[in-house]
């Protein structure tokens, strides 16, 4: 039977749909699913009771609504926005988080020659924002050199939800567990109920190539243009990349999964390129 959940984040009710599954094998799968970060969230919590799955989904909701509160620039309320408005004007000290955040971006954008960058979407189509973007550690604060320069996580906020859900899963002593944002990114923990690690089909597929991966503690990412909806730009130009074939990845950790997902699909059709550990990332 099909039950609805009140979970509260910051001051709001959100409600989650559920459904509590006892398999032939005696085992059981709690399914949860909601709407965070404009994006619909699926999970999977197996052989635990209903209340401690419950429990969890508060905890995962919670965090997500914090994490979209520090990371969303449309929101004038949200710290990234306000990081936005003000850090080409004085220094801005942020979050330890968002910090941290920032920081992991511009090592990233170093580790893929430029092909993964928050400031692709900067005003007036400036390039190399990032190199204009200074970290202070000593107050957590960041100053951009050109007024410019605007931080866009979208390419990254997802991974680094999802592994924050993963890290809650994991807490509360789940080893077995799907999460999944979107279909972009999944990460499957342990074991499906019925079977070793979990079988999931790879977005936008070829039908006539292999179409699914296993994932046993891994996450899928997948990044690539809708038909007739282009949404990555070319950190080189700033332009829509006219290209839709995918490019998926398979990695112990969603964060890395988002960023070179994003890199290799920019790299595929701009030609640009940049060394990938494949001993870490699996490449479809």
Known sequence: MLKMLCCCGKGIKMSVSFINKVLDNDKTIFYAWFESMHTRIDIALCNRPEDTCKTIIDLIYNELQGIEKTVNRFDPNGELYLLNESASAHPVIVSPELFRII????????KTSGCFDVTVNSSDSFRDGIKGIVCNDLDNSIFYKNTAIKIDL?????????DKCVEILRENGMTDALVNFG???VFGLGNHPSGDGWKITLPMADIKQDSFVILHDECLSTSGNEEKKLHIKSPFDGQYIEAFNPVSVVTKDASSGEVFSTALFVSRTTGRKFFINFATIKYQ
């Open 154 to 162: 979208g390419g990254y906020a997802k991974g680094y939800a999802l």
């Open 183 to 185: 279909n972009s990114s």
């Open 103 to 110: 920081k992991d971006c511009i090592d990233y954008y170093d």
